[in-house]
């Protein structure tokens, strides 16, 4: 697949300079058109019967296979959930932690996992990022592990600044296990959550599937308790004792029955990512921080993931003006920061139209 073609799958690009894969990616004709095909055949054919219910749970496991071989995780292990934020409330109500139960994380992280984090119970130790230097946060975070603490998490890349941190290396170190919010890497950055204790997927961002679906990687399924039970977390229930057999994988922990669109969709999306989408995120990525760092502040470091944050004034009001120019970015609220997102995507002509619009 040449660029262009790649390009040519996302009609958003013939108007729109995109950079806001950081909150959804950009949606590809094929993923609307089997969306759009689905609601149809409900229509006609009615939402549910006997043969749409096979070819339901089959695509539930053609995209767990999808998402699992992108972080380089077995399919056994990986839950399908609807985001990251539902990923991380799985793995704290799971955890059972209590005030006398320590969790180590960063004052980086986005609500999806810091108030999941918050309302576990667990007294949390937060590791200042915003002055520090990213080589040093490993020694940082270490400080702040006590025999106490349960639990470190941390986003792989940050929302904020685009910053991958060292969850790895952390892991490593420590020996605590780690929750790792994925939803700034997945379909970004290459991916090996293999280490990770947990790992979470936003499948609506950087892998351009629809909204509300998601994944956890999950490395034992029998050292995690299934406090968040969905109809699918069971092998067999007898109504007469009140007990179930819970699912053998990593499945038990499904949170729902994803929409049958979402999942023609999400398997779409998967379908669309040529080889060289790593390499030309970048690539794009390098080219938007050395363009933007001509006249602004760049606080994304060279080389982490595909965000690029950069000072400006009052950044809501030039979010919205960018925008009657042909240019989508966000803001970080309450920070002088503007985030432009490069995918495998994003032309240079797409970063010309960016620092032309910021005038
Ligand atoms: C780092 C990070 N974590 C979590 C989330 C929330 O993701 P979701 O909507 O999949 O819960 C976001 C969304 O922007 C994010 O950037």
Request: charged share 25%.
């Amino acid at each position: 697949m040449t660029f262009e073609e790649a390009r040519a799958q996302f009609p958003v690009l013939e108007r729109f300079a995109y950079l806001n894969a950081g909150t959804f990616g950009p949606l590809a004709r094929s993923v609307a058109d089997v969306m759009a095909a689905e609601q149809q055949r409900a229509l006609a054919e009615g939402r549910m019967n006997s043969p749409l219910f096979g070819r339901w749970l089959d695509l539930r496991e053609r995209v767990r296979a999808g998402i699992a071989a992108t972080i380089g995780v077995p399919p056994e292990r990986l839950a399908l959930t609807s985001s990251t934020t539902e990923a991380c409330n799985v793995v704290l109500l799971g955890l059972g932690l209590d005030p006398g139960d320590e969790i180590v994380t960063t004052d980086s992280e986005h609500p999806g996992l810091m108030l999941p984090l918050i309302a576990s119970g667990a007294t949390l130790q937060i590791t200042p990022t915003r002055e520090l230097d990213p080589g040093d946060l490993l020694e940082a975070v270490d400080a702040r592990v006590t025999p106490r603490t349960k639990l470190i998490a941390l986003s792989h890349v940050t929302w904020t600044t685009g910053t991958a941190l060292p969850w790895r290396e952390v892991r490593e170190a420590t020996g605590v296990p780690v929750l790792v919010d994925g939803a700034q890497s997945v379909g970004a950055i290459p991916v090996d959550a293999s280490p990770a204790d947990f790992y979470t997927v936003s499948s609506q961002k950087w892998l351009c599937g629809p909204d509300l679906t998601g994944a956890l990687a999950v490395a034992d399924p029998d050292g995690l308790r299934l406090a968040m039970p969905s109809t699918l977390s069971q092998r067999k229930i007898d109504l007469g004792i009140g007990t179930f057999e819970q699912r053998e994988n990593a499945d038990r922990f499904d949170t729902s029955f994803t929409p049958m669109g979402s999942l023609e969709g999400l398997a779409a999306a998967l379908e669309l990512h040529p080889d060289w989408r790593y390499e030309r995120a970048r690539e794009a990525t390098a080219n938007c921080r050395r363009l933007l760092a001509q006249r602004f502040e760049v606080v994304t470091p060279p080389d982490h993931g595909t965000l690029v944050s950069f000072r400006t004034d009052d950044p809501a009001a030039k979010t919205k003006a960018l925008f009657d120019r042909g240019v989508i970015v966000r803001d970080i609220p309450g920070t002088d920061l503007l985030r432009a997102s490069c995918g495998w995507w994003t032309s240079d002509d797409d970063l010309e139209r960016l620092l032309d619009a910021l005038g």
